[in-house]
């Protein structure tokens, strides 16, 4: 590799990180300004754009439930995991991050919505599902790096999967459950389509081979 291949690279490499960092952050402010608004303005009324199970009008609030909180305090609870987590699934590719997050909002949301007896808000679908996400992508994608950020995510917040088990009725283990299904499913996806453009791409010839008529 010549040294202006190498700087492109770091240079691409870094854009990935800043891209992934101002993307990661800006939600988590946005959800910050949202929440600090709906506890000392609004009167904790944006509490309904949480998931109400099984009323069908509420469905489309499946894509504002992750993103208001109930409380300050759950915000705080959030915000470390949310910049982790979502900064390490989003440094992989924001394009991918997007598709991956949405794939667990709806899938997250749509398991809350036929699942829980009460109504639930919070990112912690998308942090469970950025979970997911990432170790999905260690076991799909085999590739070293892949797998060392998912033996990480598993060794600091391993502990988290602990959330899947019904134990507290005041915690929302069904959006835990179905967010984190949300991110393996979404890694498998996209593992999938990355492996079917690969085979779609000709092979390229040997030194020396004559090209195919």
């Known amino acids: 590799m010549s040294d202006s291949q190498r700087s492109e690279g770091l240079v691409q490499a870094g854009a990935r990180v800043l891209s992934a960092a101002l993307l990661v952050g800006g939600?988590?402010?946005?959800?910050?300004?949202?929440?600090?608004?709906?506890?000392?303005?609004?009167?904790?009324?944006?509490?309904?754009l949480g998931i109400q199970?099984?009323?069908?009008?509420d469905l489309p609030d499946i894509f504002t439930a992750p993103f208001v909180h109930a409380g300050i305090g759950h915000m705080m609870g959030n915000t470390v995991p949310f910049l982790v987590?979502?900064?390490?699934?989003?440094?992989?590719?924001i394009a991918?991050?997007?598709v991956s997050s949405l794939i667990v909002i709806v899938v997250g949301g749509?398991?809350?919505?036929?699942?829980?007896?009460?109504?639930?808000?919070?990112?912690?679908?998308?942090?469970f599902g950025f979970f997911g996400y990432l170790v999905g992508r260690g076991l799909f994608e085999r590739r070293l790096l892949?797998?060392?950020?998912?033996?990480g995510v598993v060794a600091v917040y391993g502990t988290m999967l602990v959330g899947v088990i019904p134990d507290d009725p005041a915690i929302s283990w069904q959006g835990h459950l179905f967010g984190l299904i949300g991110g393996v499913v979404g890694a498998w996806f996209l593992r999938r389509g990355a492996s079917a453009d690969e085979r779609s791409r000709p092979t390229p010839p040997r030194p020396g081979a004559s090209p195919g008529r």
């Open 85 to 93: 987590l979502g900064f390490l699934a989003a440094v992989r590719g």
């Open 146 to 151: 892949d797998i060392v950020i998912a033996v």
């Open 96 to 98: 991918k991050f997007l």
């Open 53 to 57: 199970p099984r009323d069908v009008s």
């Open 110 to 127: 749509l398991g809350v919505w036929f699942t829980s007896p009460a109504n639930t808000l919070g990112s912690s679908i998308l942090i």
């Open 27 to 48: 939600i988590t402010a946005l959800m910050w300004v949202v929440e600090v608004f709906d506890v000392y303005v609004d009167d904790n009324r944006l509490d309904r």
